[in-house]
C-alpha cells in the first residue's frame, strides 16, 4: 500500500509485528470522556452524541489493565528474573513461565511487562544499536496448535518482516531468526499461548528441544505464558525416554502465577473491594453513583465472575455497552441479569449465587458492611 503513513489504529494491531508492537508499546494514554448527566446528554446535537457514545464505546472496551496485587506480584517477579539475567553470552539464561487459569489476564499482565521494559531498554540504550540496527528489546510469537519448529522459527520472522521467512529452510529460519535477535538486541522472547503445544507428541519434543536451543544460543529471557503448562509436563522431571529435555527445560524455568480474587478472608475480600471502587471511576455513564459496583453488586459481580479478572471485565463492558444502547446509564442487577458472559464464569456461578442468598459467604469487608 501506498500513501501517508496514518497513526495506527490501537484497535488494529497485531502483536506479532514488530511495527504493531512499538505502535502498542508508544500509544498514549487513552483520554478518558467526560461524565455527562441526563440534561447534558440531551442538549447534545445527534452529531455530537454519536461522536460521543463512540469514544465511550471504545473507553469501555478498553477499561484495563489495572494495578491489581497479582499484577503487581507478577510484575515484581518479572523483573527479578529479567535484570538477574545479564549473564554473559555464553551462559545460559533462567527462563519463565506464566502458567494460570484462563481469564486472570496474565497475556494483558505479560503486554503491559513487556511495553514497560521496550520503553526502559530504548531510554537507556537508545533506538538504534552500536551497529546502526534497530533496537528491538521484545520479541513476541504467539503459538498456535500446529506449531513446530519450523513454524516457530517463521513466527519469530514475521516479528521482523525478514524477507526468507517463506522461502528457507527450518533450520535456515532458526539461523535467520538468531541473526534477527542478535542484531536487534532483543532481550526479551515472549511465546503466548504455549499451551497449543502436543508436548507428548512428536512436534511438541521438537519445539520443546529447539526452545532448549534457544535458551542456550539466544541472549534472552524466554517468558512463556499458557494454560496448565504443569499439568502438560513443563515442568516434570521427565524420566521416560524422549522426556529429558522437557526435565532440562523445567529445571531451567520459573513458574508464575497469577491467582484468582478469592474472598475467604478479610484481605481478600478488601483486594475485591479496592478492585471494584478502582473500576467505578472508571466508568463513564450519567447515572453512575459512588458504590454502584463495590457496593450495590459486589457479590453480585463475584458469583457472575468467580473471581476472574477477565470475566469481570467483560461483564462490566457489556453491561456498560447495554446501560449507553439502552439509555439506563447505570449498572444494575437487573441490567447486567441480561448480559451474557464466558461460559466457564456462567457454569460456576449458581453455587456462589446460593452461598450468597443463604448468608454463607460475603464478598464484602468488615468495614464496608458496616458503613454500606
Known sequence: MTGPVARQDPGNLALSRKEDFKAFVDASRRTRPDTLDQSALRALTAAERAAYDRARRQWH??????????????????????????QDGDQAKGAVAVDAFPGLGKTTAVLAFAAEFHRREIAEHGAFTAQGHERWPVCRVGLTGNTGMKDLNRAMLEFFGHPGRQTSTAAQLGLQALDCVLSCEVRLLILDDLHFLKWRRTSGIEVSNHLKWIANEFPVTLLKVGVGLADKGLFSE??????????????????????????????????????????????????????????????????RSTGHIGSLMTLVNRGCQRAQRTGTECLTRELLDQVRNDAAAEQARRELDCAFSAGKATSRPRSARTTG
Open 61 to 86: 472496551a478498553n477499561l484495563g489493565p489495572i494495578r491489581t496485587p497479582q499484577l503487581a506480584a507478577l510484575h515484581e517477579d518479572l523483573w527479578d528474573i529479567v535484570d538477574s539475567n545479564l
Open 238 to 303: 521427565g524420566e521416560a525416554l524422549g522426556e529429558t529435555t522437557l526435565a532440562q527445560t523445567g529445571r531451567r524455568t520459573t513458574r508464575l502465577d497469577m491467582p484468582p480474587f478469592t474472598i475467604a478472608t478479610e484481605q481478600g475480600r478488601h483486594q475485591w473491594r479496592r478492585l471494584l471502587l478502582a473500576l467505578e471511576q472508571r466508568i463513564v455513564l450519567a447515572d453512575t453513583h459512588p458504590g454502584m459496583l463495590a457496593d450495590d453488586l459486589s457479590d453480585y459481580l463475584f458469583a
